[in-house]
């Protein structure tokens, strides 16, 4: 089955404490992206990433890191989380210039 | 630069009466644009979706937009809402050209549609 998968779907940390949410796809997509969603902003994109080795800044980059180092994997980094960071976040994945983006299910941080 | 605006926080219509959530967008470039469903505790869903095909345009579930480039807009529509509407739905634009951002996604704030019985 074609999917887009995050782990882990809920966490609580506390300030600080370094986390990686991953975010795995089987569908062979070159384009990847992380948002965030918060209540009454709908989603923001954090960092997005052409192909392996091709990252950039979304619009809301501050206090986050990413890494593509193959094709199918993404991992959201956050080296010193913040309650502000607290949301909703989600990894997508598509193809070049089909331009439908495949969400994943989805993590809950909330940070203390 | 591209943005969207979803012109209702939250909708609220009977079930079985039609259903109407409405969504203006500005690009510089033709935009692709695309509505996606929000079911809670869930991911997103894509309903439908434009890419300078047949303006109006048909998705899952008995939804359709239409895009109307003369009042940049993008409402979505569906003649008899039933319970398992209820969710958010976002509507969504892309630029259409071929620089470094271009796969970039904008999206709109949502609209919460509720249905009651």
């Known amino acids: 089955e074609a999917q887009v998968t995050q782990n882990p779907r809920y966490l609580i940390t506390v300030t600080g404490k370094k986390l990686t949410v991953t975010c795995s796809q089987n569908m062979n997509h070159e384009y990847m992206s992380w948002y965030r969603q918060d209540p009454g902003l709908g989603l923001r994109q954090i960092y997005y990433s052409m192909n392996v080795e091709v990252t950039d800044k979304g619009d809301v980059p501050e206090g986050y890191k990413v890494s593509r180092k193959e094709k199918r994997n993404f991992p959201l980094i956050l080296e010193s989380p913040s309650p502000n960071q607290t949301s909703l976040y989600f990894c997508?994945?598509?193809?070049?210039?089909?331009?439908?983006?495949?969400f994943g299910p989805g993590t809950r941080l909330t940070v203390l | 630069a591209q943005s969207v605006t979803q012109l209702d926080s939250h909708v609220s219509v009977s079930e079985g009466t039609p259903v109407l959530l409405r969504c203006n967008y500005s690009?510089?470039?033709?935009?692709?644009l695309f509505w996606y469903v929000q079911h809670p505790n869930k991911g997103l869903q894509l309903l439908l979706k434009y890419t300078s095909a047949a303006t109006l345009v048909k998705g899952i579930n008995g939804f359709e937009a239409e895009f109307k480039k003369s009042e940049t807009s993008f409402h979505l529509t569906k003649p008899s809402a039933h319970m398992s509407d209820a969710a958010e739905y976002f509507c969504v634009v892309r630029a259409a050209y071929s620089g470094a951002g271009s796969y970039q996604l904008t999206f709109g704030k949502g609209t919460k549609l509720s249905v009651i019985p």
């Open positions: 997508a994945s598509s193809l070049p210039r089909e331009g439908t983006q495949y």
């Open positions: 690009s510089s470039y033709s935009p692709s």
